[in-house]
């Protein structure tokens, strides 16, 4: 989409913060749309709202200026055309719903956890062949893909999906096709998961076990009807959602991977408290009895309140460091090499800003961009004298690369005919993937040259960036 824009008006560095911006917006309406035809009051859609704006962290997330906001989006649209269909049967919302479940996993391939469960409960209520539909419709964007990568020596599954899975471990196995069956070991994955990621997992797991519960509750108890609701289905979709998403996927890094199943969470609470109560109606509970499970249930809903307040009030405060890293660090390199190697082949490994401000030629060594090298992973290839080789090969200039990244389970340093030249250091890093980016010359005839530029750049650099020189005479 952000291409698209780009394409119409032009590209601009305030397009993706506007972006988000009017999608946070639109976020926040469908939110009041959907809670407020589950009966909700006007008052209650606005802590709601003010409750997601806190605890997903909004800001953080239009701030990021990525994608995710538009995964959320999307994400409560695909809810609300689903309880158009159940309670209305309404004709376009049906043809609403089946674009939406195509937009969905294009957004963020996670988007696959939420069809899956809006797929199953569909199947539940009876509605095979819609069901079957929405999964294929929903696969269209995959095979498309899928053509268009493998006829390009590329791969049926994303590479970021390769790389970036909680579970995918590259080293353990020779082709992607072990990447489903490594990530069916279910157990593997909760323990590594939890042990991760253990504070952020364990909070969120509380209102999926909750939902579960209350979804069991409120089918056995109701009189009126054994059927599933639109309501339940709602819980259900979102139950299988975080799920799936805790067991093989990732959170955190700032905020962005685990921001949709906040917002989700805090949309479904309420229609779960809503689901308790109109089920608690319908029984033979005296008051008494009926009160203390009420009171049962929300203290159990707000044990991870206390973690959702830190997590809301620590995003205010890192948001405004992040956006200063990103300005001092890859906003500069970014700027570094548009002025100084626009064209030339450059080895990086954390690539949004510096292809965005330049034309460089890219050398991903994390494998992220670059089909070759997430071959030679894949393979168990990879090393240190394989990425030099490949460097070679593409006739390399230079590498601007964090020195952590170059060791790993595959990596064991730079090659050594690589001439480290200098360093930027920013301070009260909070997230770029380190505080430290080194500049290497690939080629002995490259490094005076490289130096040079580093030199007169450095008078650019804001402030509280250090700069430290090596092998300089």
């Known amino acids: ?119 199953l409960v569909m199947m539940v209520q009876g509605r095979w062949r819609y069901g079957v539909l929405l999964m294929l419709m929903s696969l269209m964007p995959l095979v498309i893909h899928l053509i268009v990568s493998v006829s390009n020596e590329g791969f049926w599954l994303p590479n970021s999906v390769l790389i970036r899975s909680e579970q995918a471990e590259i080293a353990d196995f020779d082709n992607q096709n072990a990447f489903v069956v490594n990530n069916m070991n279910t157990l593997k994955n909760i323990k590594k998961n939890f042990q991760y990621n253990s504070v952020v997992l364990h909070y969120l797991l509380i209102y999926p076990v909750v939902s579960m519960l209350g979804v069991l509750f409120a089918f056995f108890k109701r009189k009126t009807s054994k059927s599933i609701s639109a309501d339940i289905g709602i819980l259900i979709i979102y139950l299988i959602t975080i799920i799936i998403h805790l067991l093989i996927a990732k959170v955190g890094f700032f905020y962005r991977y685990d921001a949709y199943l906040h917002m989700l969470t805090v949309v479904a609470v309420v229609i779960l408290i809503k689901l308790f109560n109109d089920t608690l109606k319908e029984t033979t509970l005296t008051s008494f009895t009926r009160g203390m499970f009420i009171i049962f249930c929300v203290a159990i809903l707000c044990m991870p309140i206390g973690f959702f307040v830190k997590r809301g009030v620590y995003s205010f405060q890192k948001t405004w460091m992040a956006s200063k890293n990103i300005y001092e660090q890859q906003y500069q390199m970014g700027k570094f090499l548009g002025q100084n190697y626009n064209t030339a082949t450059v080895v990086a490994n954390d690539i ?122």
């Open 1 to 119: 989409m952000l291409g698209v824009v780009y394409w119409i008006i032009g590209v601009n560095e305030l397009t993706p913060l506007v972006m988000n911006v009017v999608t946070g917006i639109l976020l926040l309406y469908s939110i009041y749309w959907i809670l407020r035809e589950r009966g909700i009051s006007a008052y209650g859609v606005l802590i709601v709202g003010m409750m997601v704006i806190f605890f997903m962290p909004m800001v953080a997330i239009v701030y990021g200026g990525m994608e995710h906001m538009m995964h959320s989006l999307v994400a409560v649209m695909v809810l609300l055309a689903y309880s158009r269909v159940v309670e209305r049967g309404d004709r376009k919302w049906e043809i609403m719903l089946v674009i939406l479940v195509m937009i969905l996993p294009m957004v963020r391939f996670e988007g696959y956890f939420m069809v899956g469960g809006l797929v």
């Open 352 to 473: 949004g800003a510096i292809t965005y401000f330049s034309d460089i030629r890219l050398l991903d060594i994390v494998g992220l961009a670059n089909a070759e090298i997430l071959r030679e992973m894949i393979h168990n290839n990879y090393s240190t004298a394989t990425l030099d080789s490949i460097a070679i090969a593409k006739n390399t200039d230079i590498a601007i690369v964090y020195d952590s990244w170059l060791y790993t389970d595959y990596l064991y340093g730079a090659p050594i005919r690589w001439i480290k030249v200098a360093e930027w250091q920013i301070s009260d890093n909070v997230v770029c993937g380190d505080n430290k980016v080194s500049f290497y010359a690939l080629k002995s005839e490259t490094k005076e040259e490289l130096i040079k530029n580093l030199m007169d750049y450095e008078k650019r650099l804001p402030q509280g960036v250090q700069v430290r020189y090596y092998n300089y005479q």
